[in-house]
C-alpha cells in the first residue's frame, strides 16, 4: 500500500496570502495525483488531477505540480471560500490512498 | 449534472448488518467506475471499495475486505454497499462517488452510519 502523507497538518494564513500544501508519497505514483477540498457537512470536490490539471469550474488561482513522490498544491491568493481541509490521493495503485489531510484556517 | 444521493445509513449494533445505496442521475451511468469512500468522526478521507462500470473487477481497501460487498446494478442507475459484521470503527460518514480507476471527479453529500451498542 503507498502512504500519502501531508504537511503541515494545519496552515494558517490570511485572505490574500499564498498557501503551499505539500503531499508525499511512499513510492512513485508517476503523475496519477489528485487533490479534493472539503468543507464541514458538504461533499469533497476534485480540484486537480494528474498533478496538474484543473477540474472543471477550478479557478486558476489554485495549481498543482510535482512528480514521482513529491508533489504541491498551491493556492496563490487565499479567499474566504478556500479554509478548509485538503487531501492528495494517489490513483497510480490499488488500494487508492489519501494523505490525512491540511487544514487551512483564518490567521 | 450529475447527482448522487446516498441512503441507507443509520444506527446499527456491532456484528449487525447495513445496506447502502446511492442513486446516480446527470450522467450515462454505466460508462464509469464506481466508488465508496468514508470519513470517520474526526478523521480523514478513506476509501473504502471501487467497481468498474461492467461490475466484473472490484477492490476492497484491507479495512473492509471480507465483510463488505460492493455492487451495482446498471438499469436502476444504482450503487450500493452491503456492510456485514459491522464493529465500532465503522462509524462515518459513507460518501458515494463516480471514479475509482480514474479520480473522483464526483461525491454525494453522504450518509451517516453509527455502530454503537
Known amino acids: 500500500e503507498i502512504v500519502m502523507t501531508q504537511s503541515p497538518a494545519t496552515l494558517s494564513a490570511s485572505p490574500g496570502e499564498r498557501a503551499t500544501l505539500s503531499c508525499r508519497a511512499s513510492?512513485?505514483?508517476?503523475?496519477?495525483l489528485a487533490w479534493y477540498q472539503h468543507k464541514p457537512g458538504q461533499a469533497p470536490r476534485l480540484l486537480i488531477y494528474?498533478?496538474?490539471v484543473w477540474a472543471t469550474g477550478i479557478p486558476a488561482r489554485f495549481s498543482g505540480s510535482g512528480s514521482g513522490t513529491e508533489f504541491t498544491l498551491t493556492i496563490s491568493s487565499l479567499q474566504s471560500e478556500d479554509f478548509a481541509v485538503y487531501y492528495c490521493?494517489?490513483?497510480?495503485?490499488?488500494?487508492?490512498?489519501f494523505g490525512q489531510g491540511t487544514k487551512v484556517v483564518i490567521k | 449534472q450529475v447527482q448522487l444521493v446516498e441512503s441507507g445509513g443509520g444506527l446499527v449494533k456491532p456484528g449487525g448488518s447495513l445496506r447502502l445505496s446511492c442513486a446516480a442521475s446527470?450522467?450515462?451511468?454505466?460508462?464509469?467506475?464506481m466508488s465508496w469512500a468514508r470519513q470517520a468522526p474526526g478523521k480523514g478521507l478513506e476509501w473504502v471499495s471501487s467497481?468498474?462500470?461492467?461490475?466484473?473487477?472490484?477492490y476492497y481497501a484491507d479495512s473492509v475486505k471480507g465483510r463488505f460487498t460492493i455492487s451495482r446494478d446498471n438499469a436502476k442507475n444504482s450503487l450500493y454497499l452491503q456492510m456485514n459484521s459491522l464493529s465500532l470503527e465503522d462509524t462515518a460518514v459513507y460518501y458515494c462517488?463516480?471514479?475509482?480507476?480514474?479520480?473522483?471527479?464526483?461525491w454525494g453529500q453522504g450518509t451517516l452510519v453509527t455502530v454503537s451498542s
Open positions: 462517488a463516480r471514479g475509482g480507476f480514474v479520480p473522483l471527479d464526483s
Open positions: 446527470g450522467f450515462i451511468f454505466s460508462d464509469y467506475y
Open positions: 467497481i468498474s462500470n461492467s461490475d466484473n473487477t472490484i
Open positions: 513510492q512513485s505514483v508517476s503523475g496519477n
Open positions: 494528474a498533478t496538474s
Open positions: 490521493q494517489q490513483y497510480n495503485s490499488w488500494p487508492r490512498t
